[in-house]
Nanobody, 125 residues
């Protein structure tokens, strides 16, 4: 079992930045690929980005590529999401997730085994 706790959400104006953190506990963090997803009201949960177990491979949704950066610190059992140049369309609840399979950078909801409770990000115009 892995417990994930997100933090760092909040409200920001368009063009601003936020940094989300996801702290993991329970199992060896470096055994899991990690991902970030987001869900806006009335919409399905969508992939944002993922990072491999070692942190050497990353993958981004086209809508965030060049603006968001995922990273991880396996010594601190934490994955981060640096979000720059935020837009109102980025408004959503952001979830981190952990995948124990062999996939390097999984991008589908069903591939992930553990989820955090989510943190709200609101971007105003």
């Amino acid at each position: 079992q892995v417990q994930l706790i997100e933090s760092g959400g909040g409200s920001v104006q368009a063009g601003g930045s936020l940094r989300l953190s996801c702290a993991a506990s329970g199992r060896t963090f470096s055994n899991y690929a990690m991902g970030w997803f987001r869900q806006a009201p009335g919409k399905e949960r969508r992939f944002v980005t993922a990072i491999s177990r070692s942190g050497t491979i990353t993958y981004y949704a086209p809508s965030v590529k060049g603006r968001f950066t995922i990273s991880r610190d396996n010594a601190k059992n934490t994955v981060y999401l640096q979000m720059n140049s935020l837009k109102p369309d980025d408004t959503a609840v952001y979830y981190c997730a952990a995948d124990r399979s062999a996939a390097q950078v999984p991008s589908q909801v069903y591939e992930y085994d553990y989820w955090g409770q989510g943190t709200q990000v609101t971007v105003s115009s």
